[in-house]
T-cell receptor
Framework: KNQVEQSPQSLIILEGKNCTLQCNYTVSPFSNLRWYKQDTGRGPVSLTIMTFSENTKSNGRYTATLDADTKQSSLHITASQLSDSASYICVVRRQTGANNLFFGTGTRLTVIP | DGGITQSPKYLFRKEGQNVTLSCEQNLNHDAMYWYRQDPGQGLRLIYYSQIVNDFQKGDIAEGYSVSREKKESFPLTVTSAQKNPTAFYLC?????????????FGDGTRLSIL
């Protein structure tokens, strides 16, 4: 069964601290994995995409990793800011089929001053 | 600015009433999607369209209907057959169904029952 699981469900950190969000998947055959940021009451916005051959990719203070062997990805946020408070959603694309996107339930991050 | 516009932001439905959610994009994308988002659940696909005049059921299509008469428009009707319509509805578009480019999302419509 194609599934995407994220942990933790929610996280509260102090401003300026780092944090890491996890995404485990069983989607096969794997095409790519994308992290989205969703502010409250808004639509998700893409942060980064990881393909099979990529291990690490950075986008400013966001760094994503992918281990295709263990089917795990992480999103590391450095020096958190209040504006990082949002839900972070992991989406895995399967190589085959028209309905080929599988969404995690998201991690709700709250950054407090 | 190119993007996706959903309207209205908030919508209320009475018993037995059909309501239509609007989704318009000016990104020249071929593919469009409707998702439902409930607390604690991932986005669930209602309908998707690969091209004008074509659309396919997603995972939870029962009680919903769509049309794709124009490339830029993909309205969703929540019918009275949908017994639990209260949710946050997101419309998205992408260059193509199989493209690795990201989906672009609208800012959603929150539907509630009166």
């Amino acid at each position: 069964k194609n599934q995407v699981e994220q942990s933790p469900q929610s996280l509260i950190i102090l401003e300026g601290k780092n944090c890491t969000l996890q995404c485990n998947y069983t989607v096969s055959p794997f095409s790519n994995l994308r992290w989205y940021k969703q502010d409250t009451g808004r639509g998700p916005v893409s942060l980064t995409i990881m393909t099979f051959s990529e291990n690490t990719k950075s986008n400013g203070r966001y760094t994503a990793t992918l281990d295709a062997d263990t089917k795990q990805s992480s999103l590391h946020i450095t020096a958190s800011q209040l504006s990082d408070s949002a839900s972070y959603i992991c989406v895995v694309r399967r190589q085959t089929g028209a309905n080929n996107l599988f969404f995690g339930t998201g991690t709700r991050l709250t950054v407090i001053p | 600015d190119g993007g996706i516009t959903q309207s209205p932001k908030y919508l209320f439905r009475k018993e037995g009433q059909n309501v239509t959610l609007s989704c318009e994009q000016n990104l020249n994308h071929d593919a469009m999607y409707w998702y439902r988002q409930d607390p604690g659940q991932g986005l669930r696909l209602i309908y998707y369209s690969q091209i004008v005049n074509d659309f396919q059921k997603g995972d939870i299509a029962e009680g919903y209907s769509v049309s794709r008469e124009k490339k830029e428009s993909f309205p969703l009707t929540v019918t009275s057959a949908q017994k639990n319509p209260t949710a946050f509805y997101l419309c998205a578009s992408s260059i193509g169904l199989y493209s690795n480019q990201p989906q672009h999302f609208g800012d959603g419509t929150r539907l509630s029952i009166l």
